[in-house]
C-alpha cells in the first residue's frame, strides 16, 4: 500500500492532519473502496479537458487545506453538462473560496464524476482511546442525524461482523427494497465495511475516516466524499 504510505507521509510533512479529498480517495482507491472518477485541475481550461474525459455531468469541488466543509464556502457545484458550464463554475467556486477565506491556500478544483442520486449510507471510522479503531455504518441524512441509527463495531472486522452491521439497522429494510427504493448492493456495502476496517487497521496514524456519502446502488456503490483525519 506503497501510494496510502506516502500520502500520509507528505501530510505530516506538509504538517497537516486533514487529508485532501484527491487524497482520501486515492487511499481508498488502493484499498479496493470505489470512489467516484476524479481529476485535479490547476486552470479553468484543465478542468474542461479533465471534465471531457471523466464524462458529463460533472461536479466540481475546491481543494484547499484551510477548506475543511467545501460547500459551505461555495466550493461545490454540481451537475456540470458541458465545457462552458464547467469553466465559469470553476471561476465562481475560485470566488467564492476567496470570499469566504482571503488566506486559504488553493491546491487546485477537484473535476469528478457526478454519481447519480440513490440511498445513501455512510461508513465511519473513529480511532477510539480505549477500543482502537472502530468502524460504523448507517444511512444518510436523518437516519443518522435525527433517529440515531447506526451500528459500530471494533475492528478489525470479519464479512459476518460487516453484514450484521448493515443487516441490524432499523433502516435495513429500505437496503433491501422498499416501494420507490429499489434494493442496495448489500455485498457492495460489506466490501466497503471490511476494506475500510483493513484500511485503518494497516494505518494507525489515521484517526478518523468518514465516507459521507455512499451512494448504494442495485449493483456496486460510489464514495461520494471522503474525509481522513491523522492523529
Ligand atoms: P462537503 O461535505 O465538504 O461540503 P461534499 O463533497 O460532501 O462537500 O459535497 C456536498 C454535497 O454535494 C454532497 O453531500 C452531495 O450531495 C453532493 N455531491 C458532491 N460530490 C458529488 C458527486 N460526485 N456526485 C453527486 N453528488 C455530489
Ligand atoms: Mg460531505
Redesign the pocket.
Known sequence: MDQTARIIGHAEKEGRKVLL?PEAKAICLEYGIPV?K?KVASTSEEAAKDAGQIGYP??L?IVSPD???????G??V??LNNGSEVREAYQKILDNVKRYNSKAKIVGVLV??????ST?VIVGAIKDPQFGQTIMFGL?GIFVEVLKDVNFRIAPLSSEDAKEMITELKAYPLLKGFRNTPPADIDALTHILCSTSKLVMDNPKIKELDL??I?AYQKGA?T??A?IILE
Not at 477548506?67 to 464556502?73: C, G, L, M, Q, V
Open positions: 479529498e467516484t476524479f460533472v461536479v469541488k477548506i475543511i466543509h467545501k460547500s459551505d464556502a466550493g461545490v454540481v451537475n469528478q464524476e457526478m454519481a447519480p442520486q445513501e444518510g459521507n456519502p451512494m460510489k461520494v466524499d474525509r
